[in-house]
């Protein structure tokens, strides 16, 4: 199930869902030291939050961060793009 971003808050430690006026459902997290970058990250404003999903077993929330690729890190972190199919540069 998808969560629509006006029927959710997210504050790092819990999930709060609104499932009828005035009604919500309230999750609570448990995460180790690697979720925790990104949540850490997520507070201090360098991620977005995407489009939460929830199923049977599982929360998935994805962060996601803007990317400049007119900018590359490093020689080795972004490879050459062609707009052509047929042609690998």
Do not use: C
């Not at 609104?18 to 990250?41: A, C, E, M, T, W």
């Amino acid at each position: 199930m998808k969560v629509s971003p006006l029927a959710y808050k997210f504050d790092g430690e819990t999930l709060r869902i609104s499932v009828k006026p005035r009604k919500f459902v309230h999750l609570r997290f448990i995460y180790g030291s690697y979720q925790r970058k990104f949540v850490d990250s997520w507070k201090r404003g360098e991620l977005k939050i995407g489009e939460i999903i929830i199923n049977e077993q599982n929360v998935l929330i994805p962060f996601k961060r803007v990317v400049n690729l007119l900018e590359p890190l490093g020689s080795n972190r972004l490879g050459t793009l062609s707009a052509s199919p047929r042609q690998f540069i």
